[in-house]
């Protein structure tokens, strides 16, 4: 019954590989996120969709690419990884875009590039 | 541009009270804070609206001073399970951007 679920949980991979970590959330919500949190813990927005809508693009490498096929899933591709991809990528969800709303979070991907 | 939380880093024995500092140099019209464990994901505690709106967990309580562009968040009769990082977050251009967090630790 988790409401928020990501794979992989953990990522080891070597500097140049291309890897994806997929995120669904069951709770019919509307808006979803996907947060680098780096070894400072500092949580930073990467991306937001809106019913499969890009609607947040952060200064992100366009190594990143996000994608979402319907409004409960959202998956993030990364080409060519390096070493300063090392992270814990969490994925996000909220009823939808307004300020009012909570966000929840899913479990996190601890990514290791080496 | 990214809120300012203080202290950094508080230790407390159970059953002290604590208090978060939040503060940005831009007009605030909303705070979250959430709570993260070591190795966990962030959990929502609270949000706070401009014209005093508030929705949250019960236990928890919060300030927001609009003119200061300040938010507060207040521990009390702390429990080990208190214990984790706090991180403030300002709305802006309808992300959120979150303070570098204040690590919390409650000893018996």
């Known amino acids: 019954d988790t409401a928020v679920s990501q794979t992989p949980k953990y990522l080891v991979t070597q500097m140049g590989n291309d890897k994806s970590i997929k995120c669904e959330q069951n709770?019919?919500?509307?808006?979803m996120y996907w947060y680098k949190q780096d070894s400072k813990k500092f949580l930073k927005i990467m991306f937001s969709?809106?019913?499969?809508?890009?609607?947040i693009n952060e200064t992100v490498p366009n190594r990143f690419s996000p994608k979402s096929p319907d409004k409960a899933h959202l998956n993030l591709h990364i080409n060519s990884l390096e070493l300063g991809d090392s992270a814990v990528y969490f994925c996000?969800?909220?009823?939808?875009?307004?300020?009012?709303?909570?966000?929840?979070f899913g479990p996190g991907t601890r990514l290791t590039v080496l | 541009q990214q809120p300012v939380q203080s202290p950094q880093a508080v230790i407390l024995r159970e059953g002290e009270d604590a208090v978060i500092n939040c503060s940005s140099s831009?007009?605030?019209?909303?705070v979250h804070w959430y709570r993260q464990k070591h190795g966990e994901a962030p959990v929502f505690l609270m949000i706070?609206?401009?014209?005093?709106e508030q929705k949250g967990h019960e236990k928890i309580s919060a300030s927001f001073n609009e003119k200061k562009q300040q938010s507060s968040l207040y521990l009390t009769a702390s429990q080990l399970s208190y214990s984790g990082t706090y991180f403030c977050?300002?709305?802006?251009?309808?992300?959120?951007?979150f303070g570098q967090g204040t690590t919390l630790q409650v000893k018996p």
């Open positions: 996000a969800s909220s009823p939808d875009r307004g300020t009012y709303n909570e966000q929840f």
């Open positions: 709770l019919g919500h509307d808006t």
């Open positions: 969709y809106n019913n499969k809508e890009l609607i």
């Open positions: 831009k007009a605030l019209y909303s």
């Open positions: 706070l609206l401009k014209g005093g």
């Open positions: 977050g300002t709305r802006t251009t309808g992300k959120l951007i």
